[in-house]
């Protein structure tokens, strides 16, 4: 009888535990909390407005070596054209050479100014992304701590082949629009003082 009593007893201690670990834990989407972020989308903002920045100043280059590559090609044509004194073509070949050297620096500085600015704009978005990451994951923290929460998972997790890892998640232990809700508190007054992400300049040793 003792034996039958204590495996009753057991029988409904088990899932009241469970429960109760379940109650313990909570689930976030963290890729959905880092989008709907108001500062993500302001730091997105800036990011694109670099890139259209980058864009500029690449088609600024552009024209500076088109004008370079027409005063080439006139002045090939002027030093092949015999009806033109020798002295006056051979001016303009010396003309044409300087003109090949100014050419490959320009095509040259132009590579390389794209290829610094790039780098600069893929640092800044890295730098962006982990300062906001740390102000939700601290958000996070926080407010597990307040509901008592022993664990926060984030259930936007996927594995190496692209699947979820968290299949489910009842919306009861689903605290994504909890985060977003403190995250997002005062959204315009807090506009104002959001931080700037700005380009480091680098400077050529």
Known sequence: MKSLFAALSLAFLLPLSAVQAADEMAFVDLGEVFKQFYKTQLAQDQIRQQADDIKMEREEIEAEVKVIKDDIELLRKDSRDETLGEDIRDNKRNQLEEKLVELQKKETEM????????????????????KLFDEIHEVIIQHAKAKGYLAVIDRSSQSRIGTDV?????????????ILAVLNEGREETKKVAPEFKVEEKTEE
């Not at 100014?113 to 982990?130: A, G, H, S, Y």
């Open 166 to 178: 968290i299949l489910y998640t009842s919306p009861k232990v689903d605290i994504t629009a909890d």
């Open 111 to 130: 590579t390389e100014f794209e290829k610094l600015r790039m780098e600069q704009m893929e640092q800044q978005n890295t730098r962006m992304t982990k």
